[in-house]
């Protein structure tokens, strides 16, 4: 077991370090909002990380797997979330953005909608997780646990990027950095948006 959990260790700190839509949500709200913006879309990011590792444990990304509709759904609503987000930050203006839909796109709400709006995550863990299971555990109990590994290691690398950040912030904090930064974080979340939508 030790050494499956090693091993599971490894490959999961290795994920965590790819940066994706759910990193880029959380480095846009730190430019717009501060760190204590970003610390509430992290706690949005776990809390969606959480609820496809039990969605996943109670076999209902399988479910989302088998069904081609609600895959393809939920996948072409994510994507449109994502290229939302993605306008929204190219529109920005010296950190004020129009005052509709912000519930939906800084803080807890944004951070939990990038995941459980993006059903490759559950797709993941459904196949990532039981991989690791050593033979004679229980599957569905020792996926759960490699599942808080992995949001554990989600939130601690989610704390050094905070913890690094206050020299970053202070750089952004001049206007025009902080314009171009929008334009590059608006652009590569549509992007993000659009690979989603077209991949198969």
Do not use: Q
């Not at 839509?21 to 809390?47: E, I, Q």
């Not at 479910?63 to 609600?70: E, I, Q, Y």
């Not at 939906?104 to 196949?127: I, R």
Request: proline content about 4%; aromatic content about 10%.
């Amino acid at each position: 077991m030790l050494a499956s959990l090693a091993t599971f260790a490894v490959a999961a700190t290795l994920v965590v370090l790819l940066p994706g839509p759910d990193t880029l949500v959380v480095v846009r709200n730190l430019v717009k909002g501060g760190r204590r913006v970003a610390l509430r879309t992290v706690l949005g990011v776990l809390s969606g990380l959480t609820v496809w590792v039990v969605t996943a444990v109670l076999g209902v990304s399988a479910v989302l797997r088998a069904s081609h509709d609600a895959y393809v759904g939920l996948r072409v609503v994510g994507a449109a979330y994502l290229v939302y987000l993605g306008v929204r930050s190219l529109r920005w203006r010296d950190g004020h953005g129009a005052p509709s839909g912000r519930l939906l796109t800084t803080g807890y709400t944004a951070g939990l909608l990038t995941d459980l709006l993006n059903p490759k995550v559950g797709v993941f863990f459904v196949t990532f997780l039981p991989g690791f299971v050593p033979h004679g555990y229980s599957l569905a109990w020792t996926s759960l646990l490699f599942g808080a590994i992995f949001v554990f290691l989600t939130g601690a690398y989610f704390a050094v990027l905070l913890t690094a950040s206050r020299p970053v912030t202070r750089w952004m904090a001049n206007s025009r950095v902080r314009r171009r930064m929008d334009r590059c974080t608006g652009l590569v979340l549509i992007g993000f948006g659009l690979r989603l939508a077209l991949e198969p």
